[in-house]
């Protein structure tokens, strides 16, 4: 027994290493052709997977790395609870990422085009069931394929919205509420059925009036756990923060959405509903957005293998087969129709015009995650067979190809979506342009310690963009730096808040300016640039270029040798901006000249004007004064630039430069030097000696 089972965990780890390299090389070739990553960690599941290469014989394993267990679980048990707790993380985070601000803000009209998506989309989906399969508007299948056409997946219209820089239209917050809206009303639906589904199994008789009854049950007991949750949310907070510090309490919520997770499935309801309302009732406390991001790498990590084994489960010959094509082709048309219908229907009486309906419509088109956990359910409890699963991974796969394109289409199209013209409240904003990246860097890491000290959770948003948000009980800010650029949203009443904190960081940043210039340290530092200490790598000083090196420089002065520099920089093919290049050469120049002693100079800096590092080499035998620390004139020049953004070894280059013109005589043999060719020669040879 103790052999087989380290023969199955054996199994399983090549499993899952198998679908980890799978999903990211897939996704993100995906990503590449314009499609969402998870229909690339999707199409990796089905092509490795038991009814494609899964099941192929190789050394070792005789039955396939990836066997067929069974029709209705194509995995194996141990893989599928790697996925069952997958989707358990997955709307447990869809859970916290809901606004209930925006929720109850918009509930009027969220409600209403949410409820229209959702009874149209369930309504084409059972439709769909009894055309082509004959069944009847409450068999467990007709009402499988009615839920899994409710649920949106905002996201990638989201992403969409922002893109275009129409999240705060009309049509923008309409949709984002009404997905609000779509993901309860779907879940609701989910538990009812779930309800429906466990009577039957357990052999009841199920009349009109039990149906009723049991949807009532399944309904009280979603209804009462969230209100309950959402009522209990601020006391759970404090629950959960007594573990520790915010990896330690994230890790203890994730444990209570298990918790109520296993609850809803003792109760005959799905498991991901109970982590839904889990999500659902903490995403309006302030340690949300932390929870958020600490379990990003639980995310990252468990969701694609939800994806994978749900590809996985799709039997390639099922799907090819004639009737389910068709069955499919018509089972998404009816999806599609159902989000313009049910969702676009109801905004035109709710002030918007047919531009703008179909707009809202078009948005709530994707489907994706949630159906295609109901219908992993489904499958394993035998109500959805394999050709069903198909029709469903056919219908996901094209909305959320289709989606994009459409949702552009209609944003495209000249006009506002609304009969009126609505004057949207601008969100209170402080911005302010300090002229200086590195002085922004600065500004907004103090800022945020400070509101860390404050009691403020911040989370980093999107590092890239330098997107930041900060929270403590009704106080929200959106903090986004752009460059030299800060801009700080908040509400009215919190404005004088962020003014005073700025305030604040501007004088002590001021004040540790005014220590440093006192202490006069920049000189001690300087001067010891050339010194023993410097370790020099050869593969730093690869971008020697001997089109950027001159052995004869005729400036006499210090602006004239920069100039000369700069051009022979441009040589390099590198540089974009020339004149910016010399700015900010020019800019580092004043707070500081780079000359330092034994007749070197190291001019350098950050800039956008290049697009890659690179270095540019100069001699003046007569030598020129350039400020110099020790005071005597300058002789051998080596500009080095790189890019403001991105990984570039900027400063280990110039260590690396200093490291290899300290070594013996190499100072002498490179003002001696008469050709690039031997500069490069002298340089890298000097840079291999130990």
């Not at 948005?363 to 959805?384: F, H, K, N, Q, S």
């Not at 001159?550 to 441009?570: F, P, R, Y």
Request: aromatic share 8%.
């Amino acid at each position: 027994m103790e052999e087989n089972i380290t023969e199955i965990v054996t199994s399983l780890v090549f499993q899952l290493a198998v679908i980890i390299f799978a999903v990211r090389i897939v996704g993100k070739l995906a990503v590449k052709i314009g499609i969402p990553s998870v229909l690339g960690e999707l199409v990796a599941g089905i092509i490795i997977g038991p009814y494609a290469l899964g099941g192929i014989v190789l050394p070792g394993f005789p039955h396939g790395i990836f066997p067929l267990n069974s029709a209705s679980l194509a995995v194996s048990p141990e893989l599928y609870a790697f996925s069952s707790l997958a989707s358990i993380i997955l709307l447990f985070a869809s859970g916290i990422e809901t606004d209930l601000t925006l929720f109850l803000k918009y509930s009027v009209t969220g409600g209403i085009v949410g409820f229209g998506g959702v009874a149209v989309s369930f309504l084409f989906g059972d439709f769909c069931s009894m055309l082509m399969l004959g069944a009847g508007f409450m068999d467990v299948r007709s009402l499988f394929l009615g839920i899994m056409s409710t649920a949106t997946s905002v996201g990638i219209t989201a992403r969409i919205l922002s893109d275009k820089k129409k999240m705060d239209s009309p049509e923008g917050v309409t949709i984002l509420a009404a997905a609000v809206f779509d993901d309860v009303l779907g879940i609701v639906l989910l538990a009812v059925v779930m309800g429906i589904v466990s009577a039957i199994s357990g052999g009841a008789a199920v009349s009109s009036t039990k149906i009723e009854m049991i949807a009532f049950k399944a309904f009280s007991i979603w209804l009462v756990f969230t209100a309950l949750c959402i009522f209990l949310s601020k006391y759970i907070a404090r629950f959960v923060k007594l573990f520790g510090g915010t990896y330690d309490f994230s890790i203890a919520a994730f444990g209570v959405a298990l918790v109520l997770a296993g609850i809803f499935e003792k109760q005959g309801l799905a498991m991901i509903i109970g982590a839904y309302t889990t999500g659902l009732a903490l995403s309006g406390t302030e340690i949300a957005p932390v929870i958020q991001e600490r379990i990003h790498g639980l995310y990252k990590f468990f969701v694609p293998i939800f994806f994978a084994v749900m590809g996985m489960s799709v039997n390639l010959g099922a799907l090819m087969n004639k009737e389910v094509l068709i069955f499919g082709a018509i089972y998404t048309a009816a999806a599609i129709l159902a989000k313009v219908i049910g969702c676009g229907g109801p905004s035109l009486a709710l002030g918007f015009n047919f531009k703008g309906a179909l707009r809202i419509g078009t948005g709530m088109i994707p489907r994706g995650e949630v159906a295609l956990i109901i219908a992993g359910i489904g499958l394993t409890a035998g109500i959805v067979n394999q050709e069903l699963f198909g029709v469903v991974i056919l219908m996901t796969l094209v909305t959320t190809i289709l989606a994009p394109p459409l949702l552009s289409v209609t944003l495209k199209i000249k006009g506002r979506g609304t009969r009126k013209e609505i004057k949207t409240a601008e969100a209170q904003q402080f911005v302010w342009d300090f002229k200086d990246d590195e002085i922004a860097d600065l500004v907004i890491d103090m800022f945020l310690q400070d509101l860390r000290s404050e009691g403020f959770y911040v989370q980093m948003m999107n590092i890239s963009d330098g997107l930041s948000q900060a929270r403590k009980g009704n106080t929200s800010l959106s903090i986004t730096e752009t460059d030299s650029v800060v801009t700080i949203e908040t509400d009215r009443e919190d404005m004088g808040f962020v003014k005073a904190e700025i305030y604040e960081v501007l004088l002590r940043l001021n004040k540790s300016l005014q220590t440093l210039e006192a202490l006069n340290a920049t000189s001690s530092l300087q001067s010891g640039l050339i010194s023993e200490e410097h370790r020099v790598e050869p593969a730093l000083l690869k971008d020697l270029d001997k089109n950027s090196i001159s052995c004869n420089l005729t400036g006499t002065t210090k602006q004239e040798i920069l100039d000369e520099l700069v051009t022979l920089l441009a040589n390099s093919g590198k540089v974009t901006d020339s004149a910016c290049v010399l700015s900010d050469i020019q800019s580092r120049e004043n707070s500081m000249s780079t000359g330092l002693e034994k007749g070197i100079a190291i001019p350098h800096a950050r800039t956008d004007g290049v697009k890659d590092i690179c270095i540019a080499v100069g001699i003046k035998k007569d030598g020129v004064d350039f400020s110099s620390l020790d005071g005597q004139p300058s002789k051998i020049f080596i500009m080095i630039v790189s890019p403001k953004k991105g990984e570039f070894p900027q400063m280990q280059v110039i260590s690396a430069v200093n490291g290899v013109l300290k070594k013996g005589d190499t100072l002498d043999k490179v003002l001696a030097a008469r050709t690039p060719d031997e500069v490069i020669g002298i340089i890298k040879a000097a840079a291999q000696k130990k």
